[in-house]
């Protein structure tokens, strides 16, 4: 029986390069956007050093992030909906970085003519080391101004050693200070209105991140020196400048800065750590991964406690008040603000306060046409990076508040646009756009250029330094890195997102051998429809609305179409194996993105063709 | 073919059958047809009828003979017992089954060569004695496995992909069987489920000879323009006539039908099949009428389909011969062997 529906699908634009960029999941999740499934075929043919430069390219510091990256790509890895867990792609990256060979031969390198525009970038955190990254190599004279006596920022100041030993950030730091920047350590800009009004440079970015901690101002607060905040303490400990702790140790709070807070007081002689979080678990801010590493350390977390004053006897530190709290929760997880039931106190003899942390710009003038919003922060343009004030660049937590590295890279590679469009006076907004590449991957009858067997083994787990060893010294990494075995294993589980199913519509003889063999049922031939009800006539299902449902042109027999519900898709080619007419092709997709150096390069064109 | 097996991963929400069964369950081995063969069609439809009639999987058994429809037990229901005869001989094997064991379910697979050509006085008699099975012919007009040449079912004026067109009359399965009293006679399109799945669900549960003719395209050696058994061709010309439903036993009849057009029948176990009827003047019960319609549409070229005959009371196989209910192979040597002083009564009989 033949239905009619008013609305219809219109056949889905594959051309836009956000199509099939979207349903490489992990690539689409990752603020830099990394080509995560080519360098995972890379390292699985043994390639690590191809593997490094192509995160290189995208996330410029793979063997820092292959450490302590936050990960965004994994929860949105689509084996985790297929199956129970995601790739560990974090950890691949690091075998990529642990493996490579000595790279610096295929690094750009600063050109000895230089373009005559000089740039200053104050922090030299992984914000500024992007844009040096991606602009050096154009001949930009580069100086970078660091309050500190080290680079990095909060990569070294804030994440302890056992978690990235300091040569890991040394070696990738180097690579870009080698591209003859100019490095000022202990160099603070007390006034940005200064270092304008010198006019010695062309344009100035900022990529001092979010440097203040957030304070509790509860009772007893000031009245001992054994109250810390979280990461003015992680910074004493990473410059030696604190070199023990209590035996009982309390950290208030329950993000990733407590687990760094936590981990490191366990290396500096505390006994009994206690971290206090004031909701329930689920609703920590602290990353899965990284709660489990400090309960494998017999770190205690404790739930439901909001603090309330500290204990001070004979001006003494001995212990803490804290309500107890109850919450409601309703049937879509959301918490209500509790109820106190109880109020307990709990001995101990060091207190870290790891809350939150605030940007914080005192040697940003007021008065010098940067506009700052109702929080006290500069506003910045999402896209351009650019303040209120033409020239002067944010990038990183100084942008729009803490995030993480890997944001902090991606503000660089944007920032880094602007910046060149700015100094050459092109357009800021007329940017690249984003490209897409789609290349057959059929080698013969039934054979890719891809592993496309789907393998059903399970997550590899990392292994650790002994629970006894490691506590012997803060610099012992504790994660040991994939074995061989694990690395074989674990680049077998990725799907290989990016190879696309690509249909031809004209090409359909409707013959539904496609959808017999589909092992995860996500195709269908069916009238078309509008979406929500074509959602509800699939093979299964579709109830995943973040996923795109792939629909084609009218089938030329019956002038129905196919459906293809890109949600559970395995990628594993059997459509277009048992497709007669070739219809269904693996095709891998190559998202271009634009960095600097390609707007360096299309402006070169546009002149060379303007004077042709 | 492929290299790779089908992967075990399934979509996480597929549904289950009363025994905790998904279609996943009720698969085989990866078919090793042409890419695109309409057998492999067929081998889908199977596996969801007989999942969704929550069929045991050792409670059926696949027969077939040679060819490459012959092949596709394989593909399905790799936990159900299996006979892969002789060329033709399907039909002989499965009396011998189900005269050992009535209580199985029966579906032979079949091709146009195996059951038109060598098989064809196979095919004949097993309608004559009413076997309780399903017969499946996957017919695509060629034979596949030795490069195309005409089969038994190929049209007058078809063409082959080389050489001259059919000149021979087609022996047409359906009036063939038709002819005979076959019980329940169907036919389908392997590039349409909707229709082809219910037809094979009755056909299972049908207590008699169930006959499913599917054209099915052979898509390396028929599939071309002048092939009265190609894809485009058959839907270009193909008509649903009596569309059907199977409802379960004790299941209420939940579809609406439009006045007139619908009719239950009831089979042997209690489940009913719903008739509905595309085209109001057919008579699905009547052999006269029915043969009459489907020559008429067939010498204007038209492809009819749907469940076009049935008959739920002539008596099947074991009834005809007055067997006992219990199936032979649960009886002991005792019951079933007369011993040598109830032999020589029985032949003393005779003397």
Request: charged share 25%.
């Amino acid at each position: 029986m033949l239905r009619r529906f008013p609305e219809r699908m219109k056949p889905t634009d594959a051309s836009n390069p956000d199509y099939f960029h979207k349903v490489v999941d992990c690539q689409w999740a990752c603020p830099a956007h990394t080509d995560v499934p080519e360098y995972i075929r890379l390292i699985a043919q043994g390639r690590f050093s191809d593997a490094y430069m192509e995160n290189r390219q995208s996330n410029v510091f793979p063997g820092i992030l292959g450490r302590v990256c936050d990960r965004p790509c994994e929860p949105a890895c689509r084996r985790g909906r297929v199956e129970d867990k995601p790739v560990a792609i974090c950890r691949l990256k690091r075998v990529a970085a642990d493996h490579r060979d000595d790279i610096s031969d295929r690094l750009p390198t600063a050109p000895s003519q230089k373009n005559g525009k000089k740039l200053a970038l104050i922090g030299a955190g992984s914000a500024s080391l992007t844009v040096a990254n991606d602009l050096a190599p154009l001949g930009y004279e580069i100086t970078i101004f660091e309050a500190l006596d080290t680079t990095g920022g909060l990569m070294r100041t804030n994440i302890p050693r056992f978690r990235l030993p300091p040569n890991v950030l040394d070696e990738e730091i180097g690579y870009i200070l080698d591209m003859d920047v100019d490095l000022k350590l202990n160099h603070p800009i007390d006034s940005l209105k200064t270092l304008l009004d010198a006019g010695e440079y062309d344009a100035v970015f900022v990529g001092t991140g979010a440097p203040r901690g957030k304070n509790l101002e509860i009772p007893g607060r000031y009245d001992s020196e054994n109250i810390h905040i979280g990461i003015e303490w992680l910074e004493s400990v990473a410059f030696e400048h604190v070199d023990a702790i209590g035996e009982n140790v309390l950290i208030i709070g329950v993000g990733n800065t407590a687990m760094d807070c936590c981990r490191s007081a366990l290396r500096l002689g505390a006994k009994n750590v206690k971290v206090m979080a004031r909701k329930p678990r689920g609703y920590f801010k602290a990353s899965d991964w990284e709660l489990e590493d400090a309960e494998e350390e017999n770190v205690d977390i404790v739930v439901n406690h909001s603090p309330k004053a500290f204990v001070i006897e004979d001006g003494k530190l001995t212990g803490m008040r804290f309500e107890v709290m109850e919450y409601r929760i309703d049937d879509n997880g959301r918490i209500d603000r509790g109820t106190v039931v109880d109020e307990v106190t709990l001995p101990c003899d060091d207190v870290i306060l790891a809350i939150g942390q605030d940007n914080a710009f005192p040697w940003i003038e007021r008065d010098i046409g940067i506009e700052f919003n109702d929080w006290d922060c500069p506003v910045v343009d999402e896209t351009t990076m650019m303040c209120s004030r033409d020239g002067v660049f944010f990038g990183g937590d100084a942008a729009f508040g803490p995030k993480n590295i890997i944001w902090a890279v991606a503000h660089g590679h944007e920032a880094a646009i602007s910046i060149h469009k700015y100094c050459q006076g092109e357009d800021l907004n007329d940017r690249l756009p984003r490209g897409v590449n789609l290349a057959t991957q059929k080698m013969g009858m039934h054979e890719w250029s891809y592993s496309n067997d789907y393998n059903p083994a399970a997550r590899r787990l990392m292994p650790h330094v002994d629970l006894r060893e490691r506590f012997k010294n803060i610099d012992i990494e504790v994660e040991l890195g994939f074995t061989v075995e694990q690395t074989v294993a674990e680049v077998e589980r990725c799907l290989n997102c990016d190879i696309q199913t690509v249909f031809t519509a004209k090409l359909c003889i409707e013959c539904d051998a496609c959808i017999d063999i589909c092992p995860t049922a996500c195709l269908t031939i069916t009238h078309n429809g509008e979406e929500a009800d074509l959602r509800t006539r699939l093979s299964a299902p579709a109830e995943n609305l973040e996923q795109d449902l792939y629909v084609s042109a009218e089938l030329p027999q019956t002038g129905r179409v196919m459906v293809k519900d890109e949600d559970l898709c395995v990628h594993c080619s059997l459509c277009a194996e048992r497709c007669p007419t070739g219809a269904w092709d693996m095709q891998k997709s190559t998202v271009l993105l634009p960095y600097a150096a390609d707007e360096a390069e299309a402006a070169k064109d546009r002149s060379g063709s303007s004077a042709a | 073919m492929s290299y790779i097996a089908k992967p075990k991963v399934a979509h996480p929400s597929l549904k289950r059958n009363k025994l905790g069964l998904t279609t996943r369950d009720y698969e085989g081995a990866v078919s090793t047809l042409c890419a695109g063969c309409g057998h492999d069609s067929v081998t889908a439809a199977i596996v969801q009828a007989v999942y969704e009639l929550d069929i045991e999987p050792h409670r059926l058994a696949k027969m077939s003979g040679i060819g490459c429809s012959s092949k596709t037990p394989a593909y399905f229901a790799s936990e159900s017992h299996g006979f892969n005869s002789v060329h033709g001989r399907m039909p002989s094997v499965t009396t011998g089954a189900n005269m050992a064991n009535r209580d199985l379910t029966y579906i032979g697979v079949s091709g146009d060569g195996d059951s038109l050509s060598i098989g064809v006085g196979q095919f004949l008699h097993a309608i004559r004695r009413n076997l309780n099975m399903c017969y499946m012919i996957e017919n695509n007009g060629v034979y596949g496995l030795t490069k195309g040449q005409f089969s038994a079912s190929a049209d007058v004026g078809s063409k082959p992909k080389k050489g001259q067109p059919n000149q021979q009359e087609p022996i047409d399965p359906v009036s063939v069987a038709l002819s005979l009293g076959a019980t329940y006679i169907a036919r389908g399109f392997s590039g349409d489920k909707a229709q082809l799945v219910p037809l094979i669900k009755g056909a299972l549960k049908h207590g008699g000879f169930a006959l499913v003719d599917v054209i099915s395209p052979c898509v390396t050696f028929n599939d071309h323009e002048g092939s009265t058994k190609s894809y485009a061709h058959t839907r270009q010309f193909y008509h649903h006539v009596v569309d059907m439903d199977y409802v379960p036993p004790a299941a209420e009849i939940r579809a609406a039908y439009e006045e007139g057009s619908a009719m239950p029948v009831e089979l042997h176990d209690g489940s009913r099949i719903v008739l509905r009827k595309i085209d109001g003047d057919y008579d699905p019960t009547s052999r006269a009428a029915a043969f009459k319609y489907l020559r008429q549409r067939f010498n204007e070229g038209e492809i009819i389909t749907g469940l076009l005959y049935i008959d739920e009371e002539r008596d099947e196989m074991h009834d005809l011969m007055g067997n006992v209910d219990r199936p032979l192979s649960e009886l002991s040597l005792d019951t079933l062997h007369p011993g040598a002083a109830g032999l020589g009564k029985v032949l003393g009989r005779y003397k």
